[in-house]
Protein backbone atom coordinates (compact mmCIF):
# COMPACT_ATOMS: atom_id res chain seq x y z
CA UNK A 1 0.00 0.00 0.00
CA UNK A 2 2.69 2.57 0.52
CA UNK A 3 4.75 1.47 -2.52
CA UNK A 4 0.99 2.26 -3.91
CA UNK A 5 0.79 5.56 -2.92
CA UNK A 6 4.25 6.53 -3.68
CA UNK A 7 3.93 5.42 -7.12
CA UNK A 8 0.30 7.55 -7.58
CA UNK A 9 2.61 10.60 -5.23
CA UNK A 10 5.41 10.52 -8.16
CA UNK A 11 2.90 9.97 -11.27
CA UNK A 12 1.30 12.80 -10.10
CA UNK A 13 4.26 15.12 -9.94
CA UNK A 14 5.69 14.22 -12.80
CA UNK A 15 2.63 14.46 -15.32
CA UNK A 16 2.02 17.99 -13.10
CA UNK A 17 5.79 19.56 -13.50
CA UNK A 18 5.02 18.76 -17.13
CA UNK A 19 2.08 20.29 -17.32
CA UNK A 20 3.73 23.47 -15.71
CA UNK A 21 6.03 23.83 -17.85
CA UNK A 22 3.43 23.54 -20.83
CA UNK A 23 0.90 26.33 -19.12
CA UNK A 24 3.91 28.05 -18.08
CA UNK A 25 2.52 31.97 -17.45
CA UNK A 26 -0.92 31.50 -17.34
CA UNK A 27 -0.81 29.58 -13.80
CA UNK A 28 -2.73 26.46 -13.78
CA UNK A 29 -6.63 26.68 -13.26
CA UNK A 30 -7.38 26.21 -9.30
CA UNK A 31 -8.35 28.43 -7.47
CA UNK A 32 -10.73 29.61 -4.68
CA UNK A 33 -14.37 30.92 -2.28
CA UNK A 34 -15.99 31.56 0.70
CA UNK A 35 -17.23 35.20 1.55
CA UNK A 36 -14.72 37.54 2.74
CA UNK A 37 -15.88 40.68 4.87
CA UNK A 38 -14.36 43.69 3.71
CA UNK A 39 -14.43 43.49 1.39
CA UNK A 40 -14.72 42.06 3.13
CA UNK A 41 -12.01 41.29 1.16
CA UNK A 42 -13.28 42.75 0.97
CA UNK A 43 -12.68 41.91 0.59
CA UNK A 44 -14.45 44.72 2.14
CA UNK A 45 -16.54 44.56 5.06
CA UNK A 46 -15.25 46.21 8.21
CA UNK A 47 -17.03 45.94 12.04
CA UNK A 48 -17.41 48.84 13.90
CA UNK A 49 -16.65 48.32 17.43
CA UNK A 50 -19.98 48.27 20.14
CA UNK A 51 -20.63 50.18 23.00
CA UNK A 52 -17.99 52.49 22.12
CA UNK A 53 -17.67 56.38 22.14
CA UNK A 54 -16.31 58.14 18.70
CA UNK A 55 -13.62 61.42 19.10
CA UNK A 56 -15.70 64.17 19.55
CA UNK A 57 -13.77 66.47 21.03
CA UNK A 58 -10.96 65.99 17.75
CA UNK A 59 -12.38 66.97 14.03
CA UNK A 60 -15.10 64.89 13.01
CA UNK A 61 -13.74 62.37 9.62
CA UNK A 62 -15.88 64.31 7.01
CA UNK A 63 -16.76 63.02 3.56
CA UNK A 64 -15.51 63.51 -0.38
CA UNK A 65 -14.63 61.43 -2.97
CA UNK A 66 -12.06 60.19 -5.67
CA UNK A 67 -9.45 57.67 -7.02
CA UNK A 68 -6.70 55.58 -8.97
CA UNK A 69 -5.90 52.19 -7.06
CA UNK A 70 -2.13 52.32 -6.74
CA UNK A 71 0.59 50.10 -5.88
CA UNK A 72 1.80 51.58 -2.69
CA UNK A 73 5.13 53.09 -2.49
CA UNK A 74 6.91 56.48 -3.23
CA UNK A 75 6.43 58.14 -6.84
CA UNK A 76 6.74 61.74 -8.25
CA UNK A 77 3.58 62.16 -9.72
CA UNK A 78 1.46 65.13 -11.32
CA UNK A 79 -1.31 66.19 -9.36
CA UNK A 80 -4.98 66.00 -11.22
CA UNK A 81 -7.77 65.80 -8.72
CA UNK A 82 -11.70 65.28 -9.36
CA UNK A 83 -14.60 65.20 -6.57
CA UNK A 84 -17.35 62.72 -7.63
CA UNK A 85 -20.84 63.79 -6.34
CA UNK A 86 -22.43 60.56 -4.61
CA UNK A 87 -24.91 58.76 -7.01
CA UNK A 88 -22.65 60.61 -10.00
CA UNK A 89 -23.53 57.48 -12.96
CA UNK A 90 -19.95 55.60 -13.45
CA UNK A 91 -20.19 56.38 -16.69
CA UNK A 92 -19.87 59.97 -15.93
CA UNK A 93 -17.60 59.65 -13.23
CA UNK A 94 -15.36 57.91 -16.43
CA UNK A 95 -15.87 61.00 -18.23
CA UNK A 96 -14.78 63.12 -15.96
CA UNK A 97 -11.75 61.07 -15.04
CA UNK A 98 -10.75 60.90 -19.10
CA UNK A 99 -11.11 64.68 -19.23
CA UNK A 100 -9.05 65.06 -15.99
CA UNK A 101 -6.72 62.37 -15.66
CA UNK A 102 -8.25 61.28 -12.10
CA UNK A 103 -10.36 58.38 -11.66
CA UNK A 104 -12.35 57.02 -8.95
CA UNK A 105 -12.50 54.46 -7.07
CA UNK A 106 -13.97 51.15 -7.97
CA UNK A 107 -15.23 49.30 -5.01
CA UNK A 108 -14.65 45.48 -5.48
CA UNK A 109 -15.36 42.42 -3.17
CA UNK A 110 -13.68 38.78 -3.12
CA UNK A 111 -16.52 36.07 -2.12
CA UNK A 112 -15.23 32.54 -1.62
CA UNK A 113 -16.69 29.28 -1.93
CA UNK A 114 -15.73 26.94 0.41
CA UNK A 115 -15.71 23.11 0.12
CA UNK A 116 -14.19 19.78 1.89
CA UNK A 117 -13.93 16.32 2.00
CA UNK A 118 -13.88 14.57 5.47
CA UNK A 119 -13.38 11.22 6.61
CA UNK A 120 -16.73 9.41 7.55
CA UNK A 121 -15.09 8.39 10.79
CA UNK A 122 -12.59 10.59 11.95
CA UNK A 123 -14.15 13.54 10.73
CA UNK A 124 -10.84 14.10 9.27
CA UNK A 125 -10.23 16.76 6.55
CA UNK A 126 -8.77 14.82 3.50
CA UNK A 127 -8.87 17.85 1.02
CA UNK A 128 -10.53 20.87 0.97
CA UNK A 129 -10.77 23.90 -2.09
CA UNK A 130 -11.39 27.55 -1.89
CA UNK A 131 -12.72 29.30 -4.90
CA UNK A 132 -12.59 32.75 -5.46
CA UNK A 133 -15.68 34.55 -6.87
CA UNK A 134 -14.63 38.70 -7.81
CA UNK A 135 -17.70 41.07 -7.66
CA UNK A 136 -18.06 44.83 -8.38
CA UNK A 137 -20.40 46.35 -5.23
CA UNK A 138 -21.33 49.49 -7.31
CA UNK A 139 -23.77 50.03 -9.99
CA UNK A 140 -23.29 51.19 -13.77
CA UNK A 141 -20.31 48.60 -14.99
CA UNK A 142 -22.74 45.83 -16.43
CA UNK A 143 -20.02 45.18 -19.19
CA UNK A 144 -16.93 44.42 -16.61
CA UNK A 145 -19.88 42.49 -14.20
CA UNK A 146 -19.81 40.19 -17.43
CA UNK A 147 -16.75 39.56 -18.18
CA UNK A 148 -16.07 39.23 -14.20
CA UNK A 149 -18.89 36.68 -14.10
CA UNK A 150 -17.30 34.71 -17.17
CA UNK A 151 -13.73 34.87 -15.12
CA UNK A 152 -16.18 33.74 -12.08
CA UNK A 153 -17.56 30.59 -13.80
CA UNK A 154 -14.34 29.38 -15.74
CA UNK A 155 -12.24 29.61 -12.55
CA UNK A 156 -15.12 27.80 -10.67
CA UNK A 157 -15.50 25.07 -13.51
CA UNK A 158 -11.40 24.45 -13.68
CA UNK A 159 -11.21 24.69 -9.96
CA UNK A 160 -13.63 22.00 -8.79
CA UNK A 161 -12.61 20.14 -11.99
CA UNK A 162 -9.10 19.45 -10.11
CA UNK A 163 -10.45 18.86 -6.87
CA UNK A 164 -12.91 16.13 -7.64
CA UNK A 165 -9.78 14.56 -9.45
CA UNK A 166 -7.67 14.53 -6.89
CA UNK A 167 -10.30 13.22 -4.79
CA UNK A 168 -11.09 10.51 -7.16
CA UNK A 169 -7.28 9.22 -7.52
CA UNK A 170 -6.51 9.06 -3.77
CA UNK A 171 -10.15 8.01 -2.96
CA UNK A 172 -9.30 4.13 -2.28
CA UNK A 173 -5.92 5.33 -0.52
CA UNK A 174 -8.17 7.34 1.99
CA UNK A 175 -10.88 4.16 2.03
CA UNK A 176 -7.68 1.80 3.00
CA UNK A 177 -6.74 4.43 5.37
CA UNK A 178 -3.19 5.25 3.68
CA UNK A 179 -3.70 8.27 1.63
CA UNK A 180 -2.18 11.33 2.70
CA UNK A 181 -4.96 14.23 4.49
CA UNK A 182 -5.23 18.00 5.33
CA UNK A 183 -4.75 18.48 1.01
CA UNK A 184 -5.96 21.93 -0.08
CA UNK A 185 -6.52 23.80 -2.91
CA UNK A 186 -6.54 27.35 -2.31
CA UNK A 187 -6.97 30.97 -4.15
CA UNK A 188 -6.15 34.24 -3.36
CA UNK A 189 -7.12 37.91 -5.04
CA UNK A 190 -5.05 40.39 -4.77
CA UNK A 191 -6.21 43.79 -6.47
CA UNK A 192 -2.99 46.25 -7.94
CA UNK A 193 -5.29 48.51 -9.41
CA UNK A 194 -9.47 49.14 -9.22
CA UNK A 195 -10.40 52.57 -10.42
CA UNK A 196 -12.78 54.30 -12.89
CA UNK A 197 -10.22 53.22 -15.66
CA UNK A 198 -8.75 49.87 -15.09
CA UNK A 199 -9.12 46.47 -13.12
CA UNK A 200 -5.78 44.83 -12.79
CA UNK A 201 -5.31 42.02 -9.88
CA UNK A 202 -3.69 38.26 -9.61
CA UNK A 203 -4.25 35.58 -7.86
CA UNK A 204 -2.31 33.18 -6.22
CA UNK A 205 -3.29 29.33 -6.24
CA UNK A 206 -1.64 27.67 -3.42
CA UNK A 207 -2.01 23.61 -3.45
CA UNK A 208 -0.68 21.26 -1.25
CA UNK A 209 -1.81 17.46 -2.77
CA UNK A 210 1.43 16.01 -1.21
CA UNK A 211 4.47 15.58 -2.25
CA UNK A 212 7.74 17.23 -1.64
CA UNK A 213 6.49 20.67 -1.14
CA UNK A 214 3.80 23.08 -1.92
CA UNK A 215 3.27 24.38 -5.05
CA UNK A 216 1.87 27.94 -5.71
CA UNK A 217 1.29 29.68 -9.44
CA UNK A 218 0.05 33.32 -10.12
CA UNK A 219 -2.60 34.16 -13.06
CA UNK A 220 -3.19 37.86 -14.18
CA UNK A 221 -6.62 39.86 -15.36
CA UNK A 222 -6.45 43.36 -16.35
CA UNK A 223 -9.98 45.13 -17.18
CA UNK A 224 -10.59 48.06 -19.78
CA UNK A 225 -13.50 48.78 -17.04
CA UNK A 226 -15.93 50.60 -19.23
CA UNK A 227 -16.05 47.99 -21.99
CA UNK A 228 -15.04 44.78 -20.16
CA UNK A 229 -12.21 44.43 -22.59
CA UNK A 230 -9.39 42.41 -21.32
CA UNK A 231 -6.52 44.74 -22.15
CA UNK A 232 -3.61 42.65 -23.35
CA UNK A 233 -0.12 43.74 -22.25
CA UNK A 234 0.71 45.61 -25.98
CA UNK A 235 -3.02 47.66 -25.32
CA UNK A 236 -1.47 49.43 -22.46
CA UNK A 237 2.87 49.59 -23.46
CA UNK A 238 3.19 52.17 -26.59
CA UNK A 239 6.54 50.21 -27.59
CA UNK A 240 5.79 46.43 -27.21
CA UNK A 241 9.60 45.62 -28.32
CA UNK A 242 11.24 47.78 -26.32
CA UNK A 243 9.43 46.87 -23.10
CA UNK A 244 10.30 43.52 -23.81
CA UNK A 245 14.27 44.58 -23.79
CA UNK A 246 13.81 46.60 -20.99
CA UNK A 247 11.96 43.61 -18.69
CA UNK A 248 15.55 41.76 -20.22
CA UNK A 249 17.65 44.20 -18.87
CA UNK A 250 16.30 43.76 -15.32
CA UNK A 251 15.87 40.31 -15.07
CA UNK A 252 19.63 39.73 -16.34
CA UNK A 253 21.23 42.13 -13.58
CA UNK A 254 19.18 40.08 -11.36
CA UNK A 255 20.21 36.20 -12.89
CA UNK A 256 22.55 35.82 -10.24
CA UNK A 257 20.54 36.29 -7.52
CA UNK A 258 18.02 33.90 -8.67
CA UNK A 259 20.13 31.60 -10.20
CA UNK A 260 18.54 31.19 -13.86
CA UNK A 261 18.90 28.11 -15.83
CA UNK A 262 20.92 29.07 -18.78
CA UNK A 263 18.20 28.97 -21.25
CA UNK A 264 16.58 31.63 -19.72
CA UNK A 265 16.93 34.40 -22.03
CA UNK A 266 14.83 32.00 -24.54
CA UNK A 267 12.19 31.62 -22.55
CA UNK A 268 11.50 35.00 -21.59
CA UNK A 269 11.73 35.36 -25.71
CA UNK A 270 9.05 32.93 -26.19
CA UNK A 271 6.68 34.81 -23.33
CA UNK A 272 6.81 37.74 -25.39
CA UNK A 273 6.67 36.57 -28.76
CA UNK A 274 6.37 32.61 -29.06
CA UNK A 275 2.92 30.79 -29.58
CA UNK A 276 -0.03 31.42 -27.46
CA UNK A 277 -0.70 28.26 -27.54
CA UNK A 278 1.94 26.59 -25.33
CA UNK A 279 3.51 29.75 -23.80
CA UNK A 280 0.11 32.14 -23.10
CA UNK A 281 0.25 35.45 -22.91
CA UNK A 282 2.89 37.56 -20.22
CA UNK A 283 1.63 37.22 -16.75
CA UNK A 284 1.50 41.17 -16.08
CA UNK A 285 -0.83 43.82 -13.62
CA UNK A 286 -1.07 47.26 -14.02
CA UNK A 287 -0.89 49.54 -10.60
CA UNK A 288 -1.18 53.21 -9.66
CA UNK A 289 2.73 53.38 -10.24
CA UNK A 290 3.17 51.35 -13.09
CA UNK A 291 3.62 47.60 -14.87
CA UNK A 292 5.11 44.45 -13.28
CA UNK A 293 5.81 41.30 -15.25
CA UNK A 294 5.92 38.11 -13.45
CA UNK A 295 7.24 34.68 -14.04
CA UNK A 296 5.58 31.76 -12.56
CA UNK A 297 7.86 29.09 -10.37
CA UNK A 298 9.70 26.50 -12.34
CA UNK A 299 9.96 29.68 -15.51
CA UNK A 300 12.72 30.68 -15.22
CA UNK A 301 14.79 28.92 -12.29
CA UNK A 302 14.45 26.12 -9.58
CA UNK A 303 11.36 25.81 -7.13
CA UNK A 304 14.21 27.45 -4.76
CA UNK A 305 14.31 30.95 -6.73
CA UNK A 306 10.71 31.31 -6.71
CA UNK A 307 8.69 33.39 -9.02
CA UNK A 308 10.34 36.60 -10.08
CA UNK A 309 8.78 39.44 -11.11
CA UNK A 310 10.06 42.71 -12.64
CA UNK A 311 8.19 46.12 -12.42
CA UNK A 312 8.56 49.27 -14.83
CA UNK A 313 7.23 52.46 -12.73
CA UNK A 314 6.02 54.90 -14.95
CA UNK A 315 8.45 57.91 -13.51
CA UNK A 316 11.12 55.82 -14.92
CA UNK A 317 9.72 54.62 -18.29
CA UNK A 318 7.29 58.00 -19.09
CA UNK A 319 7.40 57.37 -22.66
CA UNK A 320 7.12 53.53 -22.73
CA UNK A 321 3.41 53.02 -20.80
CA UNK A 322 0.49 54.95 -23.09
CA UNK A 323 -0.35 58.28 -20.99
CA UNK A 324 -3.99 57.28 -20.22
CA UNK A 325 -2.93 54.42 -18.16
CA UNK A 326 -0.64 56.31 -16.22
CA UNK A 327 -1.31 57.77 -13.10
CA UNK A 328 0.87 61.21 -11.75
CA UNK A 329 0.07 62.66 -8.30
CA UNK A 330 2.31 63.97 -5.67
CA UNK A 331 0.53 62.07 -2.92
CA UNK A 332 1.63 58.46 -2.41
CA UNK A 333 0.31 55.87 0.38
CA UNK A 334 2.90 53.09 1.91
CA UNK A 335 1.34 50.09 3.71
CA UNK A 336 2.96 49.48 7.00
CA UNK A 337 2.72 46.40 9.10
CA UNK A 338 3.09 46.41 13.46
CA UNK A 339 6.63 46.16 13.87
CA UNK A 340 7.48 46.85 10.33
CA UNK A 341 10.47 50.19 9.60
CA UNK A 342 9.56 52.45 6.67
CA UNK A 343 12.10 55.07 5.51
CA UNK A 344 10.02 58.67 5.27
CA UNK A 345 11.67 61.72 4.67
CA UNK A 346 9.77 63.61 7.29
CA UNK A 347 10.83 67.72 6.92
CA UNK A 348 12.25 67.43 3.40
CA UNK A 349 16.03 67.97 4.12
CA UNK A 350 17.23 64.72 1.84
CA UNK A 351 17.49 62.34 4.76
CA UNK A 352 15.17 59.69 6.14
CA UNK A 353 13.65 59.23 9.17
CA UNK A 354 12.84 55.39 10.48
CA UNK A 355 8.93 55.48 11.65
CA UNK A 356 7.06 52.09 12.46
CA UNK A 357 4.46 50.76 15.19
CA UNK A 358 4.64 48.22 18.02
CA UNK A 359 2.31 46.59 20.69
CA UNK A 360 3.00 45.05 23.98
CA UNK A 361 0.63 41.49 23.28
CA UNK A 362 -0.53 39.62 26.29
CA UNK A 363 -0.70 35.66 25.43
CA UNK A 364 -4.42 36.49 23.47
CA UNK A 365 -2.41 38.87 21.40
CA UNK A 366 -4.27 41.60 23.06
CA UNK A 367 -2.51 44.99 23.97
CA UNK A 368 -4.14 48.28 25.41
CA UNK A 369 -2.02 50.48 23.56
CA UNK A 370 0.14 50.73 20.62
CA UNK A 371 3.34 52.39 20.94
CA UNK A 372 4.15 54.63 17.57
CA UNK A 373 8.18 55.04 16.67
CA UNK A 374 9.54 58.08 14.96
CA UNK A 375 12.74 58.97 13.90
CA UNK A 376 14.11 57.65 17.34
CA UNK A 377 11.37 59.25 19.73
CA UNK A 378 7.97 56.86 20.85
CA UNK A 379 4.67 57.93 21.24
CA UNK A 380 2.33 55.66 23.19
CA UNK A 381 -1.16 56.41 22.23
CA UNK A 382 -2.09 55.75 25.75
CA UNK A 383 -1.21 59.55 25.95
CA UNK A 384 -4.23 60.50 24.22
CA UNK A 385 -7.07 58.41 25.60
CA UNK A 386 -10.04 60.30 27.27
CA UNK A 387 -13.14 59.90 26.85
CA UNK A 388 -13.82 60.80 23.58
CA UNK A 389 -11.06 58.64 22.50
CA UNK A 390 -11.11 54.95 22.49
CA UNK A 391 -7.21 54.86 21.13
CA UNK A 392 -7.03 51.29 22.20
CA UNK A 393 -5.02 48.76 19.93
CA UNK A 394 -7.38 45.44 20.70
CA UNK A 395 -5.72 41.96 18.52
CA UNK A 396 -4.46 43.83 15.69
CA UNK A 397 -2.94 46.44 13.78
CA UNK A 398 -2.72 47.63 10.11
CA UNK A 399 -1.90 50.91 8.71
CA UNK A 400 -0.83 53.41 5.69
CA UNK A 401 1.72 56.31 5.88
CA UNK A 402 0.43 58.59 3.47
CA UNK A 403 1.70 62.03 1.98
CA UNK A 404 -0.02 64.70 0.55
CA UNK A 405 0.64 67.75 -1.91
CA UNK A 406 1.54 69.92 1.50
CA UNK A 407 4.52 67.55 1.94
CA UNK A 408 3.25 66.71 5.58
CA UNK A 409 3.11 62.92 6.49
CA UNK A 410 0.28 61.04 7.84
CA UNK A 411 -0.09 57.93 9.50
CA UNK A 412 -3.86 55.81 9.39
CA UNK A 413 -3.58 52.95 11.62
CA UNK A 414 -6.70 51.08 11.71
CA UNK A 415 -7.11 48.77 14.90
CA UNK A 416 -9.54 46.02 15.80
CA UNK A 417 -10.86 45.32 19.05
CA UNK A 418 -14.09 43.23 20.56
CA UNK A 419 -16.17 41.65 18.16
CA UNK A 420 -14.00 42.64 14.92
CA UNK A 421 -14.78 46.12 15.70
CA UNK A 422 -12.34 48.42 13.43
CA UNK A 423 -10.96 51.73 15.02
CA UNK A 424 -9.17 54.12 12.69
CA UNK A 425 -6.88 56.25 13.62
CA UNK A 426 -4.82 59.49 12.00
CA UNK A 427 -1.80 60.60 13.32
CA UNK A 428 0.36 63.76 11.70
CA UNK A 429 4.17 62.32 11.63
CA UNK A 430 6.77 65.12 12.33
CA UNK A 431 10.25 64.78 12.34
CA UNK A 432 9.96 65.83 16.60
CA UNK A 433 6.59 65.38 17.36
CA UNK A 434 3.25 63.67 16.49
CA UNK A 435 -0.07 64.70 16.46
CA UNK A 436 -3.59 62.90 17.37
CA UNK A 437 -5.89 64.27 14.31
CA UNK A 438 -8.76 62.29 14.31
CA UNK A 439 -10.20 59.16 14.82
CA UNK A 440 -13.38 57.15 14.28
CA UNK A 441 -15.58 53.63 13.82
CA UNK A 442 -13.70 53.17 10.57
CA UNK A 443 -12.43 50.22 8.53
CA UNK A 444 -10.01 50.52 5.56
CA UNK A 445 -10.39 47.34 2.55
CA UNK A 446 -6.53 45.62 3.29
CA UNK A 447 -7.89 43.48 -0.22
CA UNK A 448 -7.97 47.29 -2.90
CA UNK A 449 -5.09 49.47 -2.87
CA UNK A 450 -5.30 52.32 -1.32
CA UNK A 451 -4.61 55.55 -3.17
CA UNK A 452 -4.78 58.74 -1.01
CA UNK A 453 -6.71 60.21 -3.50
CA UNK A 454 -9.93 57.76 -3.75
CA UNK A 455 -10.42 54.79 -1.61
CA UNK A 456 -13.04 52.97 0.43
CA UNK A 457 -14.02 53.18 4.08
CA UNK A 458 -16.80 50.97 5.75
CA UNK A 459 -18.63 51.00 8.94
CA UNK A 460 -21.05 48.89 10.59
CA UNK A 461 -24.70 50.53 11.17
CA UNK A 462 -27.79 48.87 13.07
CA UNK A 463 -30.86 50.62 10.82
CA UNK A 464 -32.90 48.26 9.85
CA UNK A 465 -30.32 45.22 10.32
CA UNK A 466 -27.01 44.90 10.98
CA UNK A 467 -24.29 45.30 8.19
CA UNK A 468 -21.38 46.98 6.64
CA UNK A 469 -21.42 49.82 4.27
CA UNK A 470 -18.74 51.83 2.70
CA UNK A 471 -18.83 55.32 0.88
CA UNK A 472 -16.06 56.39 -1.47
CA UNK A 473 -13.24 59.21 0.24
CA UNK A 474 -10.09 60.81 -0.46
CA UNK A 475 -7.44 62.63 1.77
CA UNK A 476 -7.35 66.32 2.53
CA UNK A 477 -4.27 68.35 2.99
CA UNK A 478 -5.14 68.19 6.55
CA UNK A 479 -4.93 64.38 6.93
CA UNK A 480 -8.82 64.03 7.65
CA UNK A 481 -10.28 61.47 4.74
CA UNK A 482 -13.44 63.18 2.94
CA UNK A 483 -15.89 62.44 0.92
CA UNK A 484 -19.00 64.04 -1.12
CA UNK A 485 -20.63 60.68 -0.98
CA UNK A 486 -24.60 61.65 0.84
CA UNK A 487 -25.46 57.32 1.65
CA UNK A 488 -23.70 54.91 2.46
CA UNK A 489 -23.88 51.77 -0.37
CA UNK A 490 -24.34 48.60 1.73
CA UNK A 491 -22.01 45.70 0.29
CA UNK A 492 -23.63 42.51 1.16
CA UNK A 493 -26.29 43.89 -1.49
CA UNK A 494 -23.62 42.91 -4.08
CA UNK A 495 -23.66 39.06 -2.69
CA UNK A 496 -25.57 36.30 -1.54
CA UNK A 497 -26.08 37.85 2.04
CA UNK A 498 -28.04 40.05 0.84
CA UNK A 499 -30.20 42.54 4.42
CA UNK A 500 -33.37 41.76 2.97
CA UNK A 501 -36.87 42.22 5.16
CA UNK A 502 -40.34 41.34 4.87
CA UNK A 503 -43.19 43.58 5.97
CA UNK A 504 -45.10 42.36 8.65
CA UNK A 505 -48.01 45.49 8.19
CA UNK A 506 -49.36 47.53 5.95
CA UNK A 507 -47.16 50.33 5.36
CA UNK A 508 -47.37 54.17 3.99
CA UNK A 509 -43.88 54.74 2.04
CA UNK A 510 -42.53 56.86 -0.74
CA UNK A 511 -41.75 55.01 -3.65
CA UNK A 512 -39.78 55.83 -6.90
CA UNK A 513 -38.24 54.78 -10.05
CA UNK A 514 -34.79 53.21 -10.11
CA UNK A 515 -31.65 55.56 -11.22
CA UNK A 516 -34.07 58.62 -9.89
CA UNK A 517 -33.15 61.42 -7.38
CA UNK A 518 -34.18 60.84 -3.60
CA UNK A 519 -37.55 62.29 -2.72
CA UNK A 520 -38.56 62.06 -6.33
CA UNK A 521 -41.27 59.40 -5.92
CA UNK A 522 -45.23 59.30 -4.72
CA UNK A 523 -46.32 58.09 -1.18
CA UNK A 524 -47.82 54.65 -1.93
CA UNK A 525 -49.15 51.96 0.61
CA UNK A 526 -47.15 48.44 0.43
CA UNK A 527 -48.65 45.42 2.12
CA UNK A 528 -48.03 43.37 4.38
CA UNK A 529 -45.37 40.64 2.93
CA UNK A 530 -44.01 43.04 0.71
CA UNK A 531 -40.06 41.91 0.09
CA UNK A 532 -37.45 44.59 0.55
CA UNK A 533 -33.43 44.72 -0.43
CA UNK A 534 -31.61 47.35 1.33
CA UNK A 535 -29.34 49.50 -0.51
CA UNK A 536 -28.45 52.42 0.96
CA UNK A 537 -28.67 54.31 4.55
CA UNK A 538 -27.76 58.21 5.79
CA UNK A 539 -26.23 56.10 8.75
CA UNK A 540 -28.77 57.54 10.75
CA UNK A 541 -32.39 57.99 10.04
CA UNK A 542 -33.00 57.13 6.58
CA UNK A 543 -32.52 53.86 4.60
CA UNK A 544 -33.39 53.25 0.72
CA UNK A 545 -34.30 49.71 -0.53
CA UNK A 546 -35.18 47.85 -3.41
CA UNK A 547 -38.57 46.28 -4.17
CA UNK A 548 -39.02 42.88 -6.05
CA UNK A 549 -40.03 44.85 -9.02
CA UNK A 550 -36.77 46.87 -9.11
CA UNK A 551 -38.47 50.21 -7.70
CA UNK A 552 -36.70 51.71 -4.96
CA UNK A 553 -38.57 52.25 -1.46
CA UNK A 554 -37.47 55.13 0.96
CA UNK A 555 -37.67 54.90 4.71
CA UNK A 556 -37.79 58.05 7.04
CA UNK A 557 -36.81 56.61 10.31
CA UNK A 558 -37.88 58.16 13.55
CA UNK A 559 -35.52 58.30 16.27
CA UNK A 560 -36.04 56.20 19.36
CA UNK A 561 -37.28 57.69 22.52
CA UNK A 562 -35.04 57.56 25.63
CA UNK A 563 -36.56 54.30 27.01
CA UNK A 564 -36.63 52.67 23.51
CA UNK A 565 -33.82 50.96 21.85
CA UNK A 566 -34.76 51.19 18.31
CA UNK A 567 -36.61 53.85 16.25
CA UNK A 568 -40.27 53.78 14.50
CA UNK A 569 -41.61 53.97 11.16
CA UNK A 570 -44.94 55.76 11.04
CA UNK A 571 -44.84 55.72 14.50
CA UNK A 572 -44.77 52.01 14.53
CA UNK A 573 -41.51 50.25 16.04
CA UNK A 574 -39.45 48.66 13.97
CA UNK A 575 -39.73 45.75 14.78
CA UNK A 576 -43.47 45.21 14.88
CA UNK A 577 -43.17 46.35 11.37
CA UNK A 578 -41.41 43.21 9.74
CA UNK A 579 -41.54 39.59 10.61
CA UNK A 580 -37.98 39.42 11.19
CA UNK A 581 -34.92 42.58 11.27
CA UNK A 582 -31.86 40.91 11.31
CA UNK A 583 -29.54 42.40 14.11
CA UNK A 584 -26.30 40.99 14.88
CA UNK A 585 -26.11 40.58 18.34
Given at each position: ???????V??????????????????????????????????????????G???????????????????????????????????????????E??????A?????????Y????E?????????????I?????????????C????????????????????????????????????????????????????????????????????P?????????????????????????????????????????????????????V???????????????????????????N??????????????????????E?????Y???????????????????D?D?????????????????????????????N?Y??????????????????????????????????????E??????????L????????????????????????????????????T?????????E????????????????????????????????????????????????????G????????D????A????????????????????E?????????????????????
Open positions: RIAALETKTNFWISFYKLTMRMHQNGGKMKKRRLISVLLCISLIFAGGCQKTAEKQPAIQETAEQTAKETHKAERENKQETVQENTPADEQEAAAETGATVLPMLVDDYEAYDQDSYETLISIDPKILVIEEGHDALTSLEEWNQKTYKSQMGAYKSVISDNRELWDEGVGMTELSIEGNITFTRADSLVLSYYMDTNEWLGGAHYSFKETCNYDVKTGKDLKLSDVVSDYDTFYKEVCAKLEERKDEYGFYEDYPDTKNVFYGDKEEYGEPLWTLSGDGITVYFTYVLAPYASGEQAVSLSFTEYPLIRKQQKNSDQWAIPIAEDEICLVLGDGAEEEISYSADRDEYDYADSIVIHCDGSDTEMFMDSDYYGGCGYSAYGYLIRTQNGKTWLYLETMGGDGKYLQIFEMKNDLRLVTADYLGIDPNQPFDPESFVLSKRFDILGYEAYKKFHVEDGIPKTEDLLWTIVSTYTDWKVELTSSIDMELSVREANTKRGSGQKETLPATHFVLLKTGEAYEAMLDDGRICEFELEHPSEDWEGRINGVSISDCFEYVPYAG
